[in-house]
């Protein structure tokens, strides 16, 4: 079994809970010899949005097949099945999910969500995925100074990484962290610089307003910065997530979705309506909980896991 067949393996495995609606539900519509019907299509759409697809975007593919159907140019489940692979791997444009570094450096990346989304354990991994995959030399900044163990958690995380942090003590100014890594990170040639921020409610504004500080002291300091603003979200948390993803996009400009804690507790669905109602995209996907349990975001090994295919069937294509 190659890399890719163990890496679509595991996605499989993160994704089971969607999975399991579309691989012994939805599946068992798209049987050979079935013609399509509206008991059919209401059957279809009634399992999409188990997978917490979300409304629009279920309603779109259902009535794509609708429509092809009534026209005749589909006629049987097999078919059907074809057109809904095409509509989940619509909209997903490459250049949108490739991280934004610039040459030279230092890149700045800055990393949003509220507590409990997994913020720091995403940090770590994406720190070691920089370090370890793409050859990037790494410092970490632990702006999120107010939450208890905050900094200590991100400390140890980059020990046991092997980058370089900076932080203060405890409740010292999140912009002030913020400002002398950027500063440490000029003077002694880091590639990249990831920093943390202090976990946010999104319905709480003062607070809210308090990220866009912090934005704009690495804005100062390096030029271009932040390149790339990442928003941390639990998968578990369904729809919920969207409306997260709008509040923190409207403080401080979300380029791109860390969806955290797919590990089988979720309902990967979730992904196709951040994409449908925020047009953000989901960058990277957390399956675990060490630092080499991340995944560059791929829609078409996701579309396989949410189908429920086999890894040696897709590897032998």
Request: aromatic residues 6%; proline residues 3%.
């Amino acid at each position: 079994m190659s890399f890719f067949s163990k890496s679509l393996d595991k996605l499989k495995g993160a994704l089971r809970k969607t999975a399991a609606v579309l691989n012994t539900d939805v599946r068992t519509l798209f049987i050979p010899g079935r013609q399509i019907d509206e008991q059919f299509l209401t059957e279809l759409e009634e399992k999409f949005l188990q997978a917490d697809m979300g409304v629009n975007n279920v309603q779109r593919i259902v009535q794509e097949i609708r429509q092809r159907w009534r026209l005749g140019g589909i006629r049987n489940a097999a078919e059907a099945e074809t057109i809904v692979r095409q509509q989940l791997l619509a909209g997903w444009p490459s250049q949108d999910r490739e991280l934004r570094l610039v040459a030279g450096g230092p890149s700045v990346i800055l990393v949003a969500g509220i507590n409990g989304a997994g913020k720091t354990t995403s940090i770590a991994k994406l720190a070691w995925m920089l370090k370890n995959q793409m050859g990037k030399k790494v410092m970490v900044c632990a702006s999120d100074t107010f939450r208890a163990a905050a900094v200590e958690q991100l400390a140890i995380w980059s020990q046991r990484i092997g980058v370089e942090i900076v932080k203060h003590k405890r409740g010292a100014d999140p912009g002030a962290v913020a400002y002398d890594a950027c500063e440490a990170a000029k003077a002694r040639g880091f590639d990249v610089l990831i920093v943390d921020t202090a976990g946010r409610l999104h319905t709480q504004e003062h607070l809210m307003r308090e990220l866009t500080k912090i934005r704009d002291v690495v804005a100062k300091r390096i030029d271009g910065a932040p390149h790339e603003v990442l928003l941390v979200l639990d998968a578990t948390t369904g729809q919920n997530a969207i409306q997260q993803a709008r509040s923190f996009g409207a403080a401080i400009g979300i380029t791109g979705i860390f969806l955290a804690k797919l590990d089988g507790t979720a309902k990967g669905g979730a992904v196709l309506a951040i994409r449908d109602q925020l047009n953000i995209p989901v960058k990277f996907v957390g399956l675990g909980e060490t630092p080499q349990d991340i995944e560059t975001f791929d829609p078409g090994r996701f579309v396989e896991a949410l189908f429920g295919q086999s890894a040696d069937a897709v590897d032998e294509k």
